[in-house]
């Protein structure tokens, strides 16, 4: 019988979008590494199931507007799959795949017993007015119905969503299924099931890997300096939490404009400033000078943290970052062509599926929690989100160490390792 070719990620329905070219990528690499069987490699390159719907929605002024939702199911194998749903203009299948892939190593590197899932709608939130997000909301989750469920698939917040997005998929959800149902996502309002600290759990998630790369490299956080891409949920609480250190944090940029103060940004007044202006933007913020965005990643710093877009860091600017710890809190801001720029230099990098899995982490919490109906208190959550954070990022280290790859590798391994270790304890059915 003579060998099939491996499976070409361009030629499929996700093969238009770079960043799933991108995951792919990234996949085949760690497989050749690893030595991993070519038909397994294949299957992790597919998403199990893909849904896209058309999601109409009454709009204020009275017209009809369809929006295009999807939801990835990247693999089931390990237990439902789970993972945030984001709404953005650009959003497209292909992103949305890769997202679900990433989730999926994400939660193998956490031992979460869960596959990876990732929803988008194309929408750009800011345009959105009155009830238009929660009608939108509701019928999206109307529409994917048929392929969500607490023991299939869990939403939670991603970029342009939050606590009340998904308080309105549980609500009509639960109304579908006749009883209250908390666990068909995580990152509700505490108010209905959610679980205290999960708002802040992606950015101390992020916090706790800067402090641990600080103390190997001799680095104390008082000395340290901080630039953060993204002002949303994972890049506001990571400068916050960054101050609680000591650390001074000189520049912050978000899709409207970056801002410089070499003094250190006061995070509290800036939140005020954020919270007053109508674009919620970071741009405008009087105790700082403007920068143009395109300085924002170059600007010197002892850490820089991409806490907004993808594919941010590239090959035309990894060779210009002037930090020492790279922290990736968004999901894929450094392209593969920019991690080889990078493994010339000094930057320490804590890779996204490991530096921004406090969020799922404590979004395992919750589910737990909701299906025991027996809730934790916030020191519960925050010491065991702290123990399993030091945990993996520990084994990371230690992989990357044995056998001399970078953290990105080490890390893809240990997740992709173990999705594939439970495929074959399972088998292949039939
Ligand atoms: N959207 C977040 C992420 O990218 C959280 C997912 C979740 O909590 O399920 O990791």
């Given at each position: 019988?003579?060998?099939?070719?491996?499976?070409?990620?361009?030629?499929?329905?996700?093969?238009?979008?770079?960043?799933?070219?991108?995951?792919?990528?990234?996949?085949?690499?760690?497989?050749?590494?690893?030595?991993?069987?070519?038909?397994?490699?294949?299957?992790?390159?597919?998403?199990?199931?893909?849904?896209v719907v058309a999601v109409p929605v009454?709009?204020?002024?009275?017209?009809?507007?369809?929006?295009?939702?999807?939801?990835v199911q990247?693999?089931?194998?390990?237990?439902?799959?789970?993972?945030?749903?984001?709404?953005?203009?650009?959003?497209?299948?292909?992103?949305?795949?890769?997202?679900?892939?990433?989730?999926?190593?994400?939660?193998?590197?956490?031992?979460?017993?869960?596959?990876?899932?990732?929803g988008g709608i194309a929408v750009d939130p800011a345009e959105l007015r009155g009830g238009e997000k929660e009608r939108l909301t509701r019928r999206f989750t109307d529409e994917i119905q048929n392929i969500i469920g607490p023991r299939v698939d869990v939403m939670a917040p991603?970029?342009?969503?939050?606590?009340?997005?998904?308080?309105?998929?549980?609500?009509?959800?639960?109304?579908?299924?006749?009883?209250?149902?908390?666990e068909i996502v995580t990152g509700k309002p505490v108010e209905l099931g959610g679980c205290v600290g999960r708002r802040e759990a992606t950015g101390r998630g992020v916090t706790y890997c800067i402090t641990e790369a600080f103390d190997e490299l001799g680095i104390r956080p008082e000395t340290a300096t901080a630039v953060v891409q993204g002002f949303g949920n994972v890049g506001s609480v990571t400068c916050d939490e960054l101050v609680k250190r000591g650390a001074k944090v000189v520049a912050i940029g978000d899709r409207y404009g970056a801002i410089r103060n070499d003094r250190g940004i006061n995070i509290a007044k800036l939140s005020e400033?954020?919270?007053?202006?109508?674009?919620?933007?970071?741009?405008?913020?009087p105790e700082a000078e403007a920068i143009p965005d395109a300085e924002l990643l170059t600007t010197p710093c002892?850490?820089?943290?991409?806490?907004?877009?993808?594919?941010?860091?590239?090959?035309?600017?990894?060779?210009?970052?002037?930090?020492?710890?790279?922290?990736?809190?968004?999901?894929?801001?450094?392209?593969p062509e920019a991690d080889a720029v990078l493994a010339r230099s000094?930057?320490?990098?804590?890779?996204?599926?490991?530096?921004?899995?406090?969020?799922?982490?404590v979004s395992y919490f919750e589910w737990v929690q909701d299906l025991a109906q027996f809730m934790w208190d916030e020191e519960e959550v925050n010491s065991q989100l702290k123990k399993q954070m030091l945990r993996a990022f520990r084994r990371v280290r230690a992989e990357a160490k044995a056998r001399r790859v970078s953290n990105r590798t080490a890390a893809l391994s240990l997740g992709v390792q173990k999705v594939a270790r439970e495929k074959a304890k399972r088998r292949l059915y039939p």
């Open positions: 019988m003579s060998a099939m070719p491996p499976a070409n990620p361009a030629s499929t329905p996700f093969g238009s979008s770079p960043t799933y070219l991108m995951a792919c990528q990234q996949l085949r690499a760690v497989a050749r590494e690893t030595g991993l069987d070519e038909g397994v490699t294949d299957r992790l390159m597919f998403p199990k199931r893909s849904q009454r709009m204020e002024d009275g017209r009809t507007e369809t929006f295009i939702g999807y939801r990247h693999s089931l194998t390990s237990g439902p799959s789970k993972g945030g749903l984001r709404y953005a203009k650009n959003v497209d299948l292909g992103e949305v795949a890769a997202l679900a892939m990433w989730m999926s190593w994400k939660c193998g590197i956490m031992n979460l017993p869960f596959g990876g899932a990732k991603d970029m342009g969503t939050d606590e009340q997005t998904m308080a309105w998929i549980y609500d009509t959800y639960s109304m579908k299924v006749g009883y209250a149902c908390p400033h954020v919270a007053r202006n109508e674009r919620k933007t970071v741009a405008g913020f002892t850490v820089l943290v991409p806490a907004a877009m993808e594919r941010v860091i590239t090959e035309a600017n990894a060779g210009k970052l002037r930090c020492r710890v790279l922290a990736e809190g968004a999901n894929g801001p450094t392209t000094d930057i320490h990098i804590v890779p996204d599926v490991l530096c921004n899995a406090g969020g799922v982490t």
